[in-house]
């Protein structure tokens, strides 16, 4: 069974910046693809990026795109989501995942480990 837990979120007003990270223990880090995901009140849980097990492959929703950059330290097990020009519309409870084999990387129902969720509130 693998853990996660989420760090770095916090309250920062429109135009800053926040790094979130996601350390993993329980199973073999450097195997996995990872995502970030995020979840705003009434809303479904989305996409945000997700990186494969070496790090040679990133993917950004594109309301992201070009403001948030995943990223990944596989001899810390940890995951990263570097996260500028913050926007009131980023506000979520952000999630880190382990993706499940197979399947598109945007989608929610492929990820089969979550980690608990950290607060992302962004004013404008």
């Known amino acids: 069974q693998v853990q996660l837990l989420e760090s770095g979120g916090g309250f920062v007003q429109a135009g800053g910046s926040l790094r979130l990270s996601c350390a993993a223990s329980?199973?073999?880090?450097?195997?996995?693809?990872m995502g970030w995901l995020r979840q705003a009140p009434g809303k479904e849980r989305e996409f945000v990026a997700a990186?494969?097990?070496?790090?040679?492959?990133?993917y950004h929703a594109d309301s992201v795109k070009g403001r948030f950059t995943i990223s990944r330290d596989n001899a810390k097990n940890t995951v990263y989501l570097q996260m500028n020009s913050l926007k009131p519309e980023d506000t979520a409870v952000y999630y880190c995942?382990?993706?499940?084999?197979?399947?598109?990387?945007?989608?929610?129902?492929?990820?089969?480990?979550w980690g608990q969720g950290t607060q992302v509130t962004v004013s404008s």
């Open positions: 990186i494969n097990w070496s790090g040679a492959y990133t």
């Open positions: 995942a382990v993706k499940d084999s197979g399947g598109s990387y945007s989608y929610p129902l492929n990820y089969k480990y």
């Open positions: 329980g199973g073999t880090f450097s195997s996995y693809g």
